[in-house]
């Protein structure tokens, strides 16, 4: 990802966020002991650990806190390859990653079209699982527990399925998460146990 862009927010802001997705031809997600997909988009290293995160719109609290959590991994584990797919545009994705701590030793991929997404098994949510009193409760504890709150949406969906899946070095998947909900995130110390075992 190049340096962060000045100019002005693009793909519609929050109202635009609400708007139902496009439909994608969206492929099963990749299970434990699948090859992980491959793509001129999305380049794993050969040989090397990796992880890949799916991150909700930038400005959602839960994508910021996953994204922390991995930008911290990354940091303690240089020896993993760990790389963020963002699908808002990459002008908003470069304003939204220093707000939120800089990329540390994480690869961000923009995927703005949702690609990868509909590769790696990623559709669209329902709106109770992105809007149901169970999540607008999650937004709050998060907000009140942690700090993160809801960001400005610049550009990217709400109802986009966010993701994670660890790649061993054979190029086999050894951890898939898929979230059930906006406030489904991937649990990174299952992430590790996982590697570490394969």
């Not at 969206?26 to 997909?37: E, G, L, M, R, T």
């Not at 937004?139 to 986009?160: A, D, F, H």
């Not at 070095?169 to 146990?193: C, I, Q, T, W």
Request: hydrophobic residues 35%.
């Amino acid at each position: 990802m190049s340096g962060p862009s000045q100019s002005a927010p693009q793909g519609g802001g929050e109202l635009h966020s609400l708007r139902w997705l496009p439909p994608k031809d969206v492929k099963p997600a990749p299970q434990v002991n699948d090859y992980a997909p491959s793509s001129s988009k999305l380049s794993l290293p050969t040989g090397k650990l990796t992880i890949v995160v799916f991150l909700r719109h930038c400005g959602c609290p839960f994508a910021e806190k996953t994204f922390k959590a991995l930008t911290a991994l990354s940091d303690a584990h240089k020896d993993i390859q760990c790389i963020a797919v963002s699908h808002s545009s990459e002008e908003a994705t470069e304003r939204w990653v220093p707000q939120v701590g800089g990329t540390w030793n994480v690869e961000v991929v923009v995927d703005e079209d949702r690609d990868l997404y509909a590769q790696w098994g990623l559709g669209p949510s329902s709106a109770w699982a992105t809007m149901g009193p169970s999540v607008l409760w999650s937004v709050y504890k998060l907000g009140t527990g942690e700090g993160i709150w809801n960001r400005p949406t610049e550009s990217g969906s709400r109802w986009q399925t966010g993701g994670a899946f660890a790649i061993n070095r054979f190029g086999k998947v050894v951890y898939a998460h898929v979230d059930k909900s906006a406030d489904d995130m991937p649990n990174l110390d299952e992430v590790l146990e996982a590697l570490t075992k394969n």
